[in-house]
Protein backbone atom coordinates (compact mmCIF):
# COMPACT_ATOMS: atom_id res chain seq x y z
CA UNK A 1 0.00 0.00 0.00
CA UNK A 2 1.26 3.47 -0.60
CA UNK A 3 2.15 5.54 2.12
CA UNK A 4 3.58 9.66 1.20
CA UNK A 5 5.46 11.04 3.87
CA UNK A 6 6.79 14.73 4.57
CA UNK A 7 9.50 16.08 5.76
CA UNK A 8 9.82 19.02 7.67
CA UNK A 9 6.29 19.32 9.22
CA UNK A 10 6.93 22.26 9.96
CA UNK A 11 9.40 25.25 9.02
CA UNK A 12 9.78 28.69 9.69
CA UNK A 13 12.57 30.64 7.42
CA UNK A 14 13.39 34.34 7.50
CA UNK A 15 12.13 36.06 4.01
CA UNK A 16 14.49 35.58 0.79
CA UNK A 17 15.66 31.95 1.98
CA UNK A 18 15.74 29.36 -0.72
CA UNK A 19 14.03 26.56 1.01
CA UNK A 20 13.50 23.06 -0.04
CA UNK A 21 10.58 20.49 1.14
CA UNK A 22 11.01 17.24 0.48
CA UNK A 23 8.56 14.04 -0.12
CA UNK A 24 8.71 11.15 -0.02
CA UNK A 25 6.56 7.39 -1.60
CA UNK A 26 6.96 4.11 -0.81
CA UNK A 27 5.86 2.61 -4.20
CA UNK A 28 8.06 4.00 -6.71
CA UNK A 29 5.41 2.57 -9.63
CA UNK A 30 3.93 5.78 -9.79
CA UNK A 31 1.58 7.63 -12.77
CA UNK A 32 2.38 11.28 -11.49
CA UNK A 33 3.16 13.17 -8.59
CA UNK A 34 1.46 16.42 -7.90
CA UNK A 35 2.49 19.55 -5.32
CA UNK A 36 -0.08 21.77 -3.64
CA UNK A 37 -0.60 24.69 -1.55
CA UNK A 38 -3.07 25.23 1.14
CA UNK A 39 -3.83 28.53 3.09
CA UNK A 40 -5.62 28.24 6.48
CA UNK A 41 -9.35 27.14 5.87
CA UNK A 42 -9.21 27.28 2.03
CA UNK A 43 -9.16 24.16 -0.58
CA UNK A 44 -5.76 23.31 -2.26
CA UNK A 45 -4.46 25.32 -4.97
CA UNK A 46 -2.12 22.84 -7.51
CA UNK A 47 1.20 24.16 -7.77
CA UNK A 48 3.12 21.62 -9.97
CA UNK A 49 2.34 18.56 -11.75
CA UNK A 50 5.16 16.18 -12.54
CA UNK A 51 4.64 12.94 -15.05
CA UNK A 52 6.70 9.53 -14.63
CA UNK A 53 9.22 10.19 -17.19
CA UNK A 54 10.01 13.90 -15.99
CA UNK A 55 12.60 14.83 -13.80
CA UNK A 56 11.56 18.56 -13.03
CA UNK A 57 8.80 21.33 -13.53
CA UNK A 58 9.26 24.68 -12.80
CA UNK A 59 6.68 27.53 -12.51
CA UNK A 60 8.12 30.73 -11.31
CA UNK A 61 10.18 30.72 -7.91
CA UNK A 62 8.96 27.24 -7.60
CA UNK A 63 10.54 23.76 -8.80
CA UNK A 64 9.95 20.73 -8.53
CA UNK A 65 12.20 17.52 -8.69
CA UNK A 66 10.89 13.82 -8.96
CA UNK A 67 13.21 11.03 -8.47
CA UNK A 68 11.45 7.42 -9.05
CA UNK A 69 13.87 5.37 -8.48
CA UNK A 70 14.50 6.39 -4.78
CA UNK A 71 10.92 7.69 -4.27
CA UNK A 72 11.45 11.14 -3.78
CA UNK A 73 10.57 14.11 -4.73
CA UNK A 74 11.46 17.86 -3.56
CA UNK A 75 9.75 21.37 -3.91
CA UNK A 76 12.21 24.16 -4.17
CA UNK A 77 11.00 27.52 -3.51
CA UNK A 78 13.51 30.03 -4.07
CA UNK A 79 13.75 33.63 -1.82
CA UNK A 80 11.03 33.00 -0.36
CA UNK A 81 8.04 35.47 0.52
CA UNK A 82 5.79 35.81 3.45
CA UNK A 83 2.70 35.32 0.88
CA UNK A 84 4.47 31.84 0.11
CA UNK A 85 3.31 30.92 4.05
CA UNK A 86 1.00 28.14 4.05
CA UNK A 87 0.72 23.84 4.07
CA UNK A 88 2.61 22.10 0.93
CA UNK A 89 1.04 19.42 0.18
CA UNK A 90 2.46 16.51 -1.94
CA UNK A 91 0.10 13.40 -3.46
CA UNK A 92 0.39 10.58 -5.51
CA UNK A 93 -2.53 8.45 -7.52
CA UNK A 94 -2.85 5.11 -6.40
CA UNK A 95 -3.96 2.01 -8.70
CA UNK A 96 -7.17 3.49 -8.65
CA UNK A 97 -6.47 7.02 -9.45
CA UNK A 98 -7.27 8.28 -5.90
CA UNK A 99 -4.79 10.69 -4.48
CA UNK A 100 -2.43 9.66 -1.63
CA UNK A 101 -1.72 12.47 0.02
CA UNK A 102 1.11 13.58 2.20
CA UNK A 103 0.54 14.94 5.52
CA UNK A 104 1.83 18.19 4.42
CA UNK A 105 4.28 20.62 5.31
CA UNK A 106 3.96 24.17 7.59
CA UNK A 107 5.78 26.66 6.19
CA UNK A 108 5.74 30.10 8.04
CA UNK A 109 8.06 33.19 5.83
CA UNK A 110 8.79 36.03 8.40
CA UNK A 111 9.06 39.17 7.36
CA UNK B 1 -7.79 28.36 -13.61
CA UNK B 2 -9.53 25.75 -11.98
CA UNK B 3 -13.14 25.83 -12.51
CA UNK B 4 -14.70 23.93 -9.67
CA UNK B 5 -17.02 25.76 -7.39
CA UNK B 6 -18.80 24.65 -3.65
CA UNK B 7 -21.96 26.39 -2.29
CA UNK B 8 -22.54 27.00 0.61
CA UNK B 9 -19.04 28.45 1.42
CA UNK B 10 -20.03 28.55 4.83
CA UNK B 11 -23.00 26.91 6.87
CA UNK B 12 -23.81 26.98 10.69
CA UNK B 13 -27.28 24.43 11.21
CA UNK B 14 -28.70 22.61 14.24
CA UNK B 15 -28.82 19.24 15.01
CA UNK B 16 -31.38 16.94 12.84
CA UNK B 17 -31.16 18.96 9.81
CA UNK B 18 -30.92 17.57 6.48
CA UNK B 19 -28.24 19.47 4.01
CA UNK B 20 -26.86 19.44 1.08
CA UNK B 21 -23.11 20.52 -0.21
CA UNK B 22 -23.26 21.88 -3.82
CA UNK B 23 -20.36 21.20 -5.91
CA UNK B 24 -20.27 21.83 -9.57
CA UNK B 25 -17.38 21.36 -12.12
CA UNK B 26 -17.38 23.23 -15.78
CA UNK B 27 -14.25 21.16 -16.95
CA UNK B 28 -16.28 18.21 -18.35
CA UNK B 29 -13.99 15.63 -16.13
CA UNK B 30 -15.19 12.68 -15.19
CA UNK B 31 -13.99 11.97 -11.63
CA UNK B 32 -14.81 13.68 -9.22
CA UNK B 33 -14.10 13.57 -5.12
CA UNK B 34 -15.43 14.72 -1.96
CA UNK B 35 -12.90 14.87 0.96
CA UNK B 36 -13.10 15.79 4.67
CA UNK B 37 -10.87 17.40 6.42
CA UNK B 38 -10.97 18.85 9.95
CA UNK B 39 -8.71 21.85 10.99
CA UNK B 40 -5.04 21.72 10.73
CA UNK B 41 -5.51 17.96 10.07
CA UNK B 42 -4.76 15.36 7.45
CA UNK B 43 -7.49 15.22 4.29
CA UNK B 44 -9.73 12.09 3.96
CA UNK B 45 -11.43 10.58 1.01
CA UNK B 46 -15.22 10.02 1.89
CA UNK B 47 -16.83 8.99 -2.14
CA UNK B 48 -15.83 9.53 -5.45
CA UNK B 49 -17.18 8.96 -8.67
CA UNK B 50 -15.52 8.08 -12.52
CA UNK B 51 -18.97 9.46 -14.16
CA UNK B 52 -22.62 9.54 -14.67
CA UNK B 53 -24.42 7.07 -12.29
CA UNK B 54 -20.82 6.12 -10.65
CA UNK B 55 -20.45 6.35 -6.71
CA UNK B 56 -17.79 4.51 -4.33
CA UNK B 57 -17.44 5.00 -0.83
CA UNK B 58 -13.67 6.63 -0.01
CA UNK B 59 -11.34 5.70 2.69
CA UNK B 60 -13.13 7.30 5.50
CA UNK B 61 -16.44 5.88 6.23
CA UNK B 62 -19.47 8.57 5.86
CA UNK B 63 -22.81 8.97 6.91
CA UNK B 64 -22.86 11.24 4.16
CA UNK B 65 -24.36 10.14 0.97
CA UNK B 66 -23.68 11.35 -2.72
CA UNK B 67 -25.17 11.54 -6.14
CA UNK B 68 -24.03 11.73 -10.37
CA UNK B 69 -26.64 12.50 -12.31
CA UNK B 70 -24.64 15.07 -14.62
CA UNK B 71 -21.34 14.95 -15.14
CA UNK B 72 -20.94 18.71 -13.69
CA UNK B 73 -22.35 17.58 -11.07
CA UNK B 74 -21.41 16.30 -7.28
CA UNK B 75 -23.61 16.84 -4.76
CA UNK B 76 -23.28 15.69 -1.08
CA UNK B 77 -26.22 15.27 1.19
CA UNK B 78 -26.06 15.31 5.10
CA UNK B 79 -29.75 13.27 5.83
CA UNK B 80 -29.39 14.04 9.88
CA UNK B 81 -26.55 16.40 10.82
CA UNK B 82 -25.01 15.83 14.03
CA UNK B 83 -21.62 17.63 15.55
CA UNK B 84 -19.45 15.72 14.89
CA UNK B 85 -20.43 16.44 11.29
CA UNK B 86 -18.48 19.45 12.15
CA UNK B 87 -15.64 20.09 9.60
CA UNK B 88 -15.11 21.18 6.15
CA UNK B 89 -15.83 19.39 2.98
CA UNK B 90 -13.63 19.54 -0.04
CA UNK B 91 -14.87 18.87 -3.77
CA UNK B 92 -12.30 17.79 -6.29
CA UNK B 93 -12.25 16.78 -9.98
CA UNK B 94 -10.30 15.35 -12.23
CA UNK B 95 -9.69 14.84 -16.04
CA UNK B 96 -7.89 11.75 -17.32
CA UNK B 97 -5.76 9.67 -14.77
CA UNK B 98 -2.47 11.75 -15.49
CA UNK B 99 -4.01 15.22 -15.36
CA UNK B 100 -4.18 17.46 -12.77
CA UNK B 101 -6.70 17.21 -9.92
CA UNK B 102 -8.36 20.88 -8.89
CA UNK B 103 -9.72 20.94 -5.63
CA UNK B 104 -12.89 24.02 -4.77
CA UNK B 105 -12.78 26.69 -2.35
CA UNK B 106 -14.44 24.46 0.36
CA UNK B 107 -17.32 24.04 2.74
CA UNK B 108 -17.27 24.74 6.25
CA UNK B 109 -19.42 23.29 7.83
CA UNK B 110 -20.26 23.90 11.71
CA UNK B 111 -23.77 21.62 13.72
CA UNK B 112 -24.86 22.94 17.19
Known amino acids: KQEVTQIPAALSVPEGENLVLNCSFTDSAIYNLQWFRQDPGKGLTSLLL?????REQTSGRLNASLDKSSGRSTLYIAASQPGDSATYLCAVPDSSYKLIFGSGTRLLVRP | EADIYQTPRYLVIGTGKKITLECSQT?????MYWYQQDPGMELHLIHYSYGVNSTEKGDLSSESTVSRIRTEHFPLTLESARPSHTSQYLC???????????FGPGTRLLVL
Open chain 1, 50 to 54: IQSSQ
Open chain 2, 27 to 31: MGHDK
Open chain 2, 92 to 102: ASRGYAGETQY
